[in-house]
Each structure stands twice: as structure tokens, then as C-alpha cells.
């Protein structure tokens, strides 16, 4: 059930109200200044009537769904002074897998400023399958991202690995990534919500809609701001390409759930000669960006160089998309 603390009322009293009557309470954050728990009997029945009867108690209701934050999340979110979804111009994430040195990335930054790029993306903790291979530079490499996007203009995107990353990544970055591989750890969400910083939630390889929606719900619980949701291929049985890129979830995510989602085709294929094809057809199906992995010398890359761009592919493939809004009609 949701409560709902009466304005005024001290919301500390009415939890520790709620805990005395056996209940498992939960902070809901993130709705207009209105201040609501999430309630759950431990153990017997604490019926709705006794609730609304607490001090400083306005409502009682049963949640609509089992993910009410993500539902009530805009389907534009602002973050550092752009518009992602809700039918805005696609926004463009790019830059390479790893940030690999402080020159290599403020090269790339000032590549891609100038194509319409707004968020620039490069890994410092790195989830390799292989312990043997590059694991990223580590919270240096978030210093020199930060730099990099704050001399060119961009907004800075890089991802928590663990628990044990996410106040670097939060000083430094304006959009923590959570990566695929993490997507079902509550712990490292909940430490990524409590951060405070718009959240750019990767689908896990194998992971259903509704799960993917309730991690987004733990970001909003714990007190993100705003959830991207980014699709980024599923596993499947064909090595045709490195993942299964899965537009029905966009589709979904965008037209049924109203969420802002963006594609990243980098990751879906594995193979940069599809990524054009892949990314009209992402915004044709309600993409609100798209993530482009980039570099300027791709075989050079320390991770992921087969799937990467170079600035100048990045160029033609954003000049081979539709403007917005236009073809695709109102999304
Ligand atoms: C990445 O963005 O570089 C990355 C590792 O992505 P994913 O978590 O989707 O594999
Ligand atoms: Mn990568």
C-alpha cells in the first residue's frame, strides 16, 4: 500500500507510526514534495482503515502497478539542460568503450561536439567477460572524461560497475550508466538511486520488460531523478550479430509505457557496418537517442573496436537520419 504524509505532518513521526504497527515501510522519493511510503504487513494483517487512522497519515491506496514511480516518470526527462524523449530530437550519445587516456578522450570530445553530439560517453570501470582483458582505467579515467566534456560542452555519461564506483562516478559524471550485467543488482541500484544523479538504465541481456521496468524503479525509489532506459541487444542463438537488438521493447517501452529509451545499436550488433540501418530503424520505432560508440582510431581501441565508429562514419550516419520528427511522424 502507499501512504501518503499528510502536508505538514513530520514525516519521521508517521514512519516510525507505520514500523510500531508491523509494517515494512519504504521511502517512495521523487514526487513533487509530497512525501509517501511504500507499506508491507511483516507478518498478520494491518488492514487499510488502521493505517489511514495513524497520525499524520492523508491516504492509504493500493498501488496501480507494481512499478508507480517509473509509471508516473515523464516521458521527457530534462537533464543538465536537454530533452530526452517525449517525441524531443533524438539526442545523441557517443564517444569510445573505454576512456583510454586524457588526450585520446578530449580528442574524441572535440570530434563530436561539433556533429550535434550532447552527452559523451567512455567507460572507466569496465565489465569484461575475461579477467585477462582491459578493464578500464579506473576513477582517473572519470577526471579526464569530466574535463574533456566540460571543455567542449558535453554532458558527461560513464558507468558505476560496483557499489564501490558510484560516488566517483557521481562526482564526475552528470548520467551514471548502469551496464547490462548489473541491471538485477538491487544492491549497486539502490546505491546508484541514492546518488541523486539521472541514471541511464542498460537492459540486461536476458532480462524481461517488467524487470527491466522494476530496476527502473529501484533507481526512482532510492532517489534517482530520472531513469533513461537503454536497449542494447539480447542474447540469442545467432552470433550473426553480437546481441539481438530488440525493437518491440522500444516499441513498448515508448508507446505503451511512455518511457524515455534510447537504442544502442554499438552493443546490439557488435559490427559497425549495421549500426545505420539498425538506427533508423530504432527511432522509427520510438527511440528517444541513440548510443554510438565512437573513436578515432577504432582497431586502436582498447575495447569493443569492431562495433566502433570513427567520427567521420558517426557524421554520415547522423546526416543519413531523418530530421527529426520528420518521416517518422508524431511519436
Ligand atoms: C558499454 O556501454 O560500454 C557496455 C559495457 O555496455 P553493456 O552494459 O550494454 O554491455
Ligand atoms: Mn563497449
Same mark, same amino acid.
Given at each position: 500500500?502507499?501512504?501518503?504524509?499528510?502536508?505538514?505532518?513530520?514525516?519521521?513521526?508517521?514512519?516510525?507510526?507505520?514500523?510500531?504497527?508491523?509494517?515494512?515501510?519504504?521511502?517512495?522519493?521523487?514526487?513533487?514534495?509530497?512525501?509517501?511510503?511504500?507499506?508491507? &504487513?511483516?507478518?498478520?494483517? @494491518?488492514?487499510?482503515?488502521?493505517?489511514?487512522?495513524?497520525?499524520?497519515?492523508?491516504?492509504?491506496?493500493?498501488?496501480?502497478?507494481?512499478?508507480?514511480?517509473?509509471?508516473?516518470?515523464?516521458?521527457?526527462?530534462?537533464?543538465?539542460?536537454?530533452?530526452?524523449?517525449?517525441?524531443?530530437?533524438?539526442?545523441?550519445?557517443?564517444?569510445?568503450?573505454?576512456?583510454?587516456?586524457?588526450?585520446? =578522450?578530449?580528442?574524441?570530445?572535440?570530434?563530436?561536439? #561539433?556533429?550535434?553530439?550532447?552527452?559523451?560517453?567512455?567507460?572507466?570501470?569496465? #565489465?569484461?567477460?575475461? &579477467?585477462?582483458?582491459?578493464?578500464?582505467?579506473?576513477?582517473?579515467?572519470?577526471?579526464?572524461?569530466?574535463?574533456?566534456?566540460?571543455?567542449?560542452?558535453?554532458?558527461?555519461? $560513464?558507468?558505476?560497475?560496483?557499489?564501490?564506483?558510484?560516488?566517483? @562516478?557521481?562526482?564526475?559524471?552528470? @548520467? =551514471?550508466?548502469?551496464? $547490462?550485467?548489473?541491471?538485477?543488482? $538491487?544492491?549497486?541500484?539502490?546505491?546508484?538511486?541514492?546518488?541523486?544523479? &539521472?541514471?541511464l538504465l542498460k537492459r540486461g541481456m536476458a532480462a524481461t520488460l517488467e524487470e527491466w521496468l522494476l530496476a527502473g524503479e529501484y533507481l526512482l525509489a532510492h532517489g534517482a531523478p530520472a531513469v533513461i532506459f537503454c536497449e542494447r541487444g539480447i542474447r540469442s542463438f545467432d552470433p550473426a550479430t553480437r546481441n539481438?537488438?530488440?525493437?518491440?521493447?522500444?516499441? =513498448?517501452?515508448?508507446?505503451?509505457?511512455?518511457?524515455?529509451?534510447? @537504442?544502442?545499436?554499438?552493443?546490439?550488433?557488435?559490427?559497425?557496418?549495421?549500426?545505420?540501418?539498425?538506427?533508423?530503424?530504432?527511432?522509427?520505432?520510438?527511440?528517444?537517442?541513440?548510443?554510438?560508440?565512437?573513436?578515432?582510431? &577504432?582497431?586502436?581501441?582498447?575495447?569493443?573496436?569492431?562495433?566502433?565508429?570513427?567520427?567521420?562514419?558517426?557524421?554520415?550516419?547522423?546526416?543519413?537520419? #531523418?530530421?527529426?520528427?520528420?518521416?517518422?511522424?508524431?511519436?
Amino acid at each position: 500500500m502507499i501512504v501518503t504524509v499528510k502536508p505538514g505532518a513530520d514525516p519521521d513521526g508517521v514512519r516510525r507510526g507505520l514500523v510500531a504497527r508491523g509494517l515494512w515501510v519504504t521511502p517512495l522519493m521523487g514526487d513533487k514534495g509530497a512525501v509517501h511510503f511504500l507499506v508491507r &504487513p511483516y507478518s498478520g494483517a @494491518v488492514t487499510r482503515e488502521e493505517i489511514a487512522r495513524l497520525d499524520g497519515v492523508a491516504d492509504v491506496a493500493e498501488p496501480r502497478t507494481p512499478h508507480p514511480l517509473v509509471d508516473a516518470q515523464p516521458h521527457a526527462v530534462r537533464i543538465g539542460g536537454v530533452t530526452v524523449g517525449g517525441g524531443a530530437a533524438p539526442v545523441i550519445m557517443a564517444g569510445p568503450c573505454s576512456v583510454e587516456s586524457e588526450d585520446q =578522450i578530449l580528442t574524441i570530445a572535440r570530434r563530436l561536439r #561539433p556533429l550535434g553530439v550532447t552527452f559523451l560517453r567512455g567507460g572507466a570501470f569496465k #565489465p569484461r567477460t575475461s &579477467p585477462y582483458d582491459f578493464q578500464g582505467c579506473g576513477a582517473v579515467a572519470l577526471r579526464w572524461l569530466a574535463s574533456a566534456a566540460h571543455a567542449t560542452g558535453l554532458l558527461a555519461v $560513464s558507468e558505476a560497475l560496483g557499489e564501490s564506483s558510484v560516488a566517483d @562516478v557521481a562526482e564526475h559524471a552528470d @548520467v =551514471i550508466q548502469v551496464g $547490462s550485467r548489473n541491471m538485477h543488482n $538491487s544492491a549497486l541500484l539502490r546505491a546508484v538511486g541514492a546518488a541523486g544523479r &539521472p541514471t541511464l538504465l542498460k537492459r540486461g541481456m536476458a532480462a524481461t520488460l517488467e524487470e527491466w521496468l522494476l530496476a527502473g524503479e529501484y533507481l526512482l525509489a532510492h532517489g534517482a531523478p530520472a531513469v533513461i532506459f537503454c536497449e542494447r541487444g539480447i542474447r540469442s542463438f545467432d552470433p550473426a550479430t553480437r546481441n539481438l537488438l530488440d525493437l518491440s521493447a522500444v516499441a =513498448i517501452l515508448s508507446h505503451v509505457h511512455h518511457q524515455p529509451v534510447i @537504442v544502442d545499436p554499438s552493443h546490439a550488433l557488435g559490427r559497425r557496418d549495421l549500426i545505420l540501418p539498425m538506427s533508423r530503424a530504432a527511432l522509427a520505432a520510438g527511440a528517444a537517442g541513440l548510443l554510438l560508440e565512437t573513436h578515432t582510431a &577504432p582497431e586502436q581501441a582498447m575495447s569493443d573496436g569492431p562495433q566502433t565508429l570513427t567520427p567521420e562514419e558517426l557524421e554520415a550516419l547522423l546526416r543519413g537520419l #531523418p530530421a527529426p520528427g520528420a518521416a517518422l511522424g508524431a511519436r
